[in-house]
């Protein structure tokens, strides 16, 4: 595991800020979604990556009747429709 050498103090609500300096880094955008794992005494941050309730891909995703689909499925539900 990476040190950045930044610091943030915890507010009254729990809440912390996430530097501009990682949020560029890692790409994450306001509304963006963040996974929160835990390992041993870490706490993990993930960008939540929307993926096909079908077949799992991360490519090209869109929602569709609330969901998110890939379009190769799409393309079969419609078929199948």
Not at 53 to 68: H, N, R, T, W, Y
């Amino acid at each position: 595991m990476k040190s950045t050498g930044i610091t943030r103090h915890v507010d009254e609500l729990g809440r912390i800020v996430l530097p501009i300096e990682l949020r560029r880094a890692f790409h994450i955008d306001i509304k963006d979604t963040l996974e929160i794992y835990t390992e041993d005494d870490k706490i993990i941050l993930k960008k939540l990556q929307r993926s096909c309730v079908f077949c799992k891909s991360s490519e090209d995703i869109v929602e569709f009747g609330g969901k998110a689909i890939c379009p190769d499925c799409l393309a079969k539900l419609k078929i199948l429709g």
